[in-house]
């Protein structure tokens, strides 16, 4: 983890001798999430409710994705990009360190332009939670870093299968985006207002229902199940096969030559 850091360090203050570029990027990625927010806002303009949920639960909901697929954005941003890494055989240099080819692989970009998109999405957070009549108490604020947490974690299983695809193809990445982006967009609407093989699918494969569902129910006082607040612990059981097809995609690859 030193050398992790170590090295964000260093791409942090790459990304900095270029202020304006780095500036014009941040307001950038703050206009993009400030437009998708508004369509939200006017959508419920329209109709009050979606379901039975309101658009301060929504915006929560919102921003809670955002927020985390902007971490992930950041801090992954080596395994979005990784079929950079097997065309110009960089992936050869990185097996022959003595790291964790999937640790050197994470961290060999970092972006700190979504700083602006993370910045809103925090306050579109806090807005919703004001805004939502919560009965705070430890459990629920514990619940509610369990959901942040498991909604990160999803989208690192994503970015590793996403990266582990470009062991067999680099020129059908944008099937992967199906679920990073598409499941972004699905997860910044409650869950329940799917058809039911969706609301399957992104339970138990994809499994955002287990942080914008379950744990929402019970943090918003919907439900009264207080086992649905632990419920995002089990994302962590999608990295395990996130990981697998990672390895089996590092034991087949075949070096790009000289």
């Not at 203050?13 to 570029?21: C, N, P, T, V």
């Not at 039975?52 to 927020?67: H, I, N, Q, R």
Request: proline content about 2%.
């Amino acid at each position: 983890m030193k050398v992790y850091f170590k090295t964000i360090l260093m791409l942090i203050k790459m990304q900095l001798e270029y202020r304006k570029a780095f500036i014009i990027s941040v307001i950038g990625s703050f206009l993009i999430t400030f437009l998708l927010i508004t369509s939200v806002y006017f959508l419920f303009q329209e109709f009050e409710q979606i379901g039975e949920w309101t658009f301060y639960e929504v915006a929560f909901l919102f921003g809670m994705v955002y927020l985390n697929f902007s971490l992930s954005e950041m801090f992954l941003r080596g395994l979005d990009h990784f079929e950079n890494v097997i065309k110009n055989g960089e992936f050869d240099r990185i097996l022959i360190r003595p790291q964790s080819a999937l640790m050197q692989s994470t961290c060999m970009e970092f972006d700190l332009s979504k700083i602006g998109r993370l910045l809103q999405c925090v306050a579109i957070i806090v807005i919703a939670l004001v805004n939502i009549n919560i009965d705070w108490n430890l459990y629920k604020i514990l619940v509610f870093i369990l959901m942040n947490i498991g909604c990160f974690i999803i989208f690192f299983g994503i970015f590793i299968l996403k990266a582990a695809f470009c062991f067999w193809t680099i020129d059908g990445l944008e099937f992967m985006n199906i679920f990073a982006e598409g499941g972004k967009k699905v997860a910044q609407y409650p869950i329940d207002i799917y058809a039911k093989w969706f609301r399957i699918f992104f339970t138990f494969v994809i499994p955002f229902g287990l942080v914008n569902y379950y744990p929402v129910l019970f943090l918003f006082g919907k439900a009264d199940n207080w086992y649905y607040g632990i419920i995002p612990i089990f994302t962590f059981i999608f990295l395990i096969p996130c990981i697998l097809v990672w390895k089996i995609g590092v034991k087949h690859y075949e070096s790009t030559g000289s």
